[in-house]
């Protein structure tokens, strides 16, 4: 089975093509640029460098969130276009999985952790790949409690890992990943749909998951809140 999976819910982006398996190739690029001008060109590359022609792609898979609210609609945009057209089935994935899965073996609970701004992060924890709470936006203190009653090591990755490990590191057993695993991967996502066959969607049912309000409609509430207070 070959499988095309994308990545855009973060800085970076990616796309990678796996078959039965086995990574053939992957496009990686974190250089400021806009999703909606390095996503494309990407796809085409791996495609490409894999030797695979869209048309033999079986299934289709992607990061839905959290993360960028910008990025995680171009990628579902991208992927719904081509599962259309090739009228082939698609497998989400949390973006928040996607970078915990390098660790998926580790016998410490892994935390993968998005920067949210203003002291939150989109943050989701595992253990021996097993997800051990759902995904959430919330303040790092927050997570701090939920992870405390665990009392076991934790390993933070992901692109908010520097900043919870700062914040914690006094007061939770937990230690810092490379920095190689910051951002998610579209090999990733490919290889984890590979196990998830019997759960692709029709695209269609791509629904993206920003666990909080974009920040202009939060400005907005709260601005009308101000007025209502007044």
């Keep these: 089975m070959k499988i095309l999976a994308i990545d855009s819910s973060a800085k970076s982006a990616s796309a990678a093509v796996v078959e039965d398996g086995k990574v053939i190739c992957e496009a990686f690029a974190n250089v400021g640029l806009t999703h909606s001008e ?6 085409s590359f791996a495609l490409e460098n894999a030797k695979v022609n869209i048309s033999e792609i079986d299934l289709y898979s992607l990061t839905i969130g959290p993360g960028s609210f910008t990025g995680i609609r171009i990628g579902a945009a991208a992927i719904k276009g081509m599962a259309q057209a090739g009228n082939k089935k698609c497998v989400p994935v949390s973006s928040l999985e996607a970078i915990a899965f390098p660790y998926r073996d580790s016998e410490n609970i892994v935390c993968a952790v998005m920067d949210a701004r203003c002291s939150q992060v989109y943050c989701a924890a595992f253990r021996k790949g097993e997800r051990m709470f759902e995904d959430k936006a919330i303040l790092i203190e927050d997570l701090y409690s939920i992870l405390k009653e665990y009392n ?19 007061r939770l057993k937990c230690e810092r990943a490379k920095s190689e695993s910051e951002f998610p991967h579209a090999s990733s996502v ?11 969607v029709d695209y269609m049912q791509i629904i993206p998951v920003y666990l909080r309000l974009p920040q202009a409609e939060r400005e907005l509430n709260n601005k009308k809140a101000k007025e209502d207070e007044k």
Excluded: S
């Design 190 to 200: 490919a290889l984890i749909a590979a196990e998830r066959t019997a759960t692709a």
């Design 38 to 43: 390095t996503l494309v060109p990407m796809i």
């Design 152 to 170: 076991e090591k934790t390993v933070f990755v992901g692109d908010g890992a520097e900043l919870v490990f700062d914040t914690l590191k006094d």
